[in-house]
């Protein structure tokens, strides 16, 4: 158990875009920070709502949410929060196109000839494809 714990020499861990532990633990440490800032934001947000929300006859005394449908409720709002946020929103996804590693992405509208333009021989079509590979590199 204890040989589980200990690192052997000679190996790091994979720390993805990370250059150290250290900066992943800053970087995990302020994640978390604004995690905790969102869910106190969100629960103030949930309280304020339900305070201005009447409480309908019998609800009063009706059951708490169970904790799977808080927990999903919660992740709703988190996922509504972020994509009312064009910066969030907007570095979420480009750390998710960076983890797409060997996964090839066509951008400025992909290049592909007009019907009108399709070649006629192998050697036309080799001079298109030169020229495409040309043209994004």
């Known amino acids: 158990?204890?040989?589980?714990?200990?690192?052997?020499?000679?190996?790091?861990?994979?720390l993805g875009k990370f250059k150290s532990v250290d900066a992943l633990l800053k970087a995990y440490t302020e994640l978390e920070a604004e995690f905790t800032r969102r869910s106190r934001r969100l629960k103030a947000l949930e309280e304020n709502k339900a305070a201005e929300t009447p409480i309908q006859e019998g609800q009063a005394n009706a059951p708490s949410p169970e904790p799977e449908k808080t927990a999903e409720s919660g992740?709703?709002?988190?996922?509504?929060?972020?994509?009312?946020n064009e910066e969030v929103r907007a570095h979420v996804l480009s750390d998710y196109l960076r983890s797409l590693r060997g996964v090839p992405l066509m951008t400025g509208g992909g290049g592909v000839p007009a019907p009108g333009d399709r070649p006629k021989t192998l050697a036309e079509a080799g001079k298109l494809a030169l020229g495409y590979l040309k043209k994004n590199h």
């Open 75 to 84: 992740s709703e709002a988190l996922y509504r929060a972020v994509m009312d």
């Open 1 to 14: 158990m204890e040989e589980d714990n200990v690192q052997t020499e000679g190996k790091t861990p994979d």
